[in-house]
């Protein structure tokens, strides 16, 4: 293969993704990214080593020979259709006619393209981030994701008399002009009557946050009360879906006094607010207002994702007077060494945060849905081709789901605090050495934060791994505990209910199953238990 086909090969990929109607819905901004992504780990890929031609030609050798052998099969009226191990292709549908030649075809030139880029033989973030958006590209040009090479859609629309078709460009509009694709049935939520339905009350506000104080529901209530910090891109009430979902409920249940911070969605009048406002107008106000709202002098904290990183932040540059009120320190599926951030690292560099830098120009904040959608990517078919197909294509409603709900209640953060972030953080990995970063003032030290602290991450977290999360600890001088969770991002620390699910967690180097699901999670909790016992 020479420079001139890859090229064109590339070239052409990146536009019939593009020319998709899903991308065609994204900001430019967002789309510029995407496609400077896709075409700097290309041009890098032009330029291969010796290894890389060679295992190139064996890929190229291997789909040519797979892909004549596959044709040769349908000319003559022998193949025989597998049927397909890929969901997306599950239906029966997909092997009658001339489909099961379409989808074979399909997935051995999504395969030969995977393995190329997965051959490029780069280093290892650009070698990556060219796997990754390879994946991205082959899964966008799938013929399940187009209404003409889709039996099942075909199907569906002759079914109803063309009324599916007709459904889905109506659903489609609707995404347009909402600016996201809908992933839930929005009208069977509402907060307050089945989502965040725990009793409470805002019981101080500034121009940055709102503290909820939630009712005890016990005779009997602790003297030190938990303070909950939320990460800022979302909404708090991942801490209370509803009452089988609710760590804020669990908590009342056990006797606990809970409060938690409420972040304002960055607009016009917060727009300028960094790092150094959200420790002093959010934690630490936060911290003051409860205990003199519970007439306490000391409080317990809970934190999660990046609201744990800004706790960890908050707590190493916290007066001593203050830092007196902190019994203890929980930090959820949070970071503090940010050399393996995870599955996020292939859209952290640079080229790409420069790319993004003017897209926060041009809005002042960082669009919680931009969060949302790079999420999403990580695992495009089930959080977007999935729902391109049945909203637009199919014309259905997606069914209800108070999870999906949340996380499409997205918040926008200021463009001073994600950029801290991301290049101080993500790309700097500052916050672990001491007096790399300077926040009100003074020099960062972690090895300040001399308060008990827990850490709890999960095995199937694929934005804060749990090796990186455990790496954490040996940064802070009072680490009493870390727990390992089956589970992911969501459901392996903040919605893992101990008394209503199927998981289990590791403490201390022991195995305590509620109930033990899967040899994955077995395995798992093995591999971990040789290294955190």
């Known amino acids: 293969m020479d420079q001139d086909i890859l090229k064109k090969l590339s070239e052409t990929m990146l536009e019939a993704t593009r020319s998709h109607p899903v991308f065609k819905g994204m900001e430019q901004g967002e789309l510029a990214d995407f496609a400077k992504a896709w075409s700097d780990a290309a041009q890098m890929m032009m330029v291969p080593n010796v290894d890389a031609w060679g295992a190139w030609v064996d890929a190229w050798s291997s789909y040519q020979s797979d892909m004549t052998n596959l044709w040769l099969s349908g000319l003559r009226g022998d193949a025989v259709a597998e049927p397909s191990k890929d969901r997306r292709f599950g239906d029966e549908a997909w092997n009658v006619g001339a489909f099961p030649l379409l989808r074979q075809s399909y997935e051995l030139a999504a395969k030969a393209m995977v393995d190329i880029a997965d051959k490029a033989g780069l280093p ?13 590209t082959a899964d966008g040009l799938s013929p399940s994701n187009f209404a003409l090479t889709n039996p099942e859609v075909m199907k569906l629309a002759k079914d109803t008399n063309g ?87 669990y908590l009342l249940e056990q006797g606990n006094s809970v409060f938690v911070i409420s972040w304002r969605n960055a ?63 929980t930090f959820l599926s949070s970071l503090l060494d940010f050399s393996d951030p995870g599955e996020v690292e292939v859209f952290i560099d640079p080229a790409q ?37 049945g909203n637009y294509l199919k014309g259905q409603t997606p069914p ?6 949340w996380n499409a209640d997205t918040s926008n953060m200021p463009a001073p605090w994600y950029s801290f972030f991301v290049d101080e953080m993500y790309q700097a990995n500052k916050l672990k050495e001491p007096g790399a970063l300077t926040l009100l003032d003074q020099p960062v030290d972690c090895a300040n934060i001399d308060v008990p602290c827990c850490f709890v991450a999960a095995t199937g977290d694929h934005i804060v791994p749990w090796k990186t999360s455990y790496s954490s600890t040996g940064l802070l001088p009072n680490v009493t505990e870390f727990i390992l969770t089956t589970g992911g991002h969501v459901s392996g620390t903040v919605i893992n209910h101990p008394d209503r699910n199927r998981r289990s967690f590791l403490s201390g180097g022991i195995v305590r199953a509620m109930r033990i699901h899967g040899r994955h999670q077995q395995s798992a909790l093995r591999e971990a238990g040789g290294r955190i016992g």
């Open 353 to 389: 945060n420069q790319a993004y830098k003017q897209r926060l120009a041009t809005a002042g904040v960082a669009p919680g849905r931009d969060i949302a959608r790079a999420m999403a990517m990580l695992h495009v078919n089930e959080s977007i081709w999935g729902f391109v197909v």
């Open 124 to 136: 290892d973030h650009e070698q990556r981030k060219l796997s990754f958006y390879a994946r991205v």
């Open 400 to 405: 209800p789901s108070d999870i999906l709900y």
């Open 267 to 329: 607009g016009d009048e917060t727009r300028d607010y960094d790092w150094n406002d959200y420790i002093t107008k959010g934690v630490m106000t936060a911290m003051d207002a409860t205990a003199d709202i519970a007439g306490t002098k000391q409080i317990d904290l809970l934190s999660w994702c990046n609201g744990g990183t800004l706790l960890l932040a908050a707590l190493a540059v916290m007066p001593k007077a203050q830092k007196s009120l902190v019994g203890s320190a």
């Open 163 to 249: 009324q599916s078709l007709v459904d889905g460009v109506r659903n489609m509009l609707a995404d347009l002009e909402k600016g996201y694709i809908t992933t839930t049935d929005e009208t069977t939520f509402a907060l307050g009557e089945n989502l965040a339905t725990t009793p409470g009350a805002v019981v101080y506000r500034n121009e940055l946050i709102e503290l909820i104080q939630y009712t005890p529901t016990t005779t009997k209530v602790r003297t030190t009360p938990i303070l909950i910090v939320p990460p800022c891109v979302n909404k708090f009430y991942i801490f209370d879906i509803n009452e089988r979902k609710s760590m804020v409920r």
